[in-house]
């Protein structure tokens, strides 16, 4: 089965959700929207698992690409607690050597297989021979997630405040929308701290309006933060280093970093999209002159010689998965986790810079 199409899917996944996964043996997410696809892999996902986090198992794309045949093994194993599992395989690709073609075949050939496989992935092509192989069998199901629209993206913004409990005015659910076009990831983030801050529930709503988005964004305001972002999407590891110990120390935590962080990139996707229609990065950054204040202009237009809107969104996934990991250890591996995809991405900038 392939679906690109909103309600096909929400009626796949809906049925999916109902009766388990049916017939349905591996699910594939994938498409240019990666944070939608994302989402709804986790929300089958949790559907299928139950809460219950002993029946989800998870493997990497390495663990596939050393011993293909294991995808297929564990899908057919019976789980030592009673009942099936759901295994999960995030960041699928079809870059050469990642066999996970034939761990798709291993496990689509396999006489039988009772625990639920759901991959997610990114911008995969639709002709590919993976999304062909899962599509075209009666044992999967491709599903396809777009970019959202302008219009798409205020629905979805409707959608995810009200599930949130927030009922955002008309100029939040602009920005919210505008939010979502960039990255829809870093949205669902900032809608979960504003109704975390409101107290926000779908049994108990609250209005949701450009003052409390100032409030918050004050606490995390870019003023605190713009040397460090200057640093990671400039290209200067040094002063990167530097800046995120400084900033420890001021009391700074890193996630609070690793959000501002975020934020810059989302500007910069927003922008190089702009300028991969053809135009300047001059004249994108000054139709968006309103929003960006004269002393970045300079640091921005630099920025966006060295991140395309492809390469931003990789740095985004990148930095979206450390404040996961971050969120999962203990401080101290934390600061070095969030030290690390710093150097990774400056030392990526300056790369690209010498290039130039």
Known sequence: MKADKRPAIDA??????????????????????????????????????GGDPMARTDFTSAELKDDPSRLAAEAAAISMFGGNRTIRVDQVSEAPGSNIRAAVEALLQAPEAGNPVILSGGDIKATSALVKMIGGSDLGAALRFWQPNARDAAQLAQELCAAAGLQPDRAVQQAMAQMIVANRAIAEREIEKFALYLDASADDPKALNEDVMDLLGAAFSEGDFSALTMAVAGGNPDAAAREHARLLHDGKVSVAQLRAVQRRFSQLVSLARGTAAGQSAEAVIEAEGRRIFWKEKAALTRELKLWNARDAETALGRLSEAEVKFKSSGTADGDLLTADIFLTLARRAQARGRRI
């Open 12 to 49: 796949a996944m809906a049925a999916a959700m109902a009766n388990g996964s049916a017939q349905t043996r591996i699910w594939l997410f994938y498409g240019q929207d990666e944070a939608g696809a994302k989402s709804a892999a986790d929300r089958l996902t949790a559907a299928l698992i």
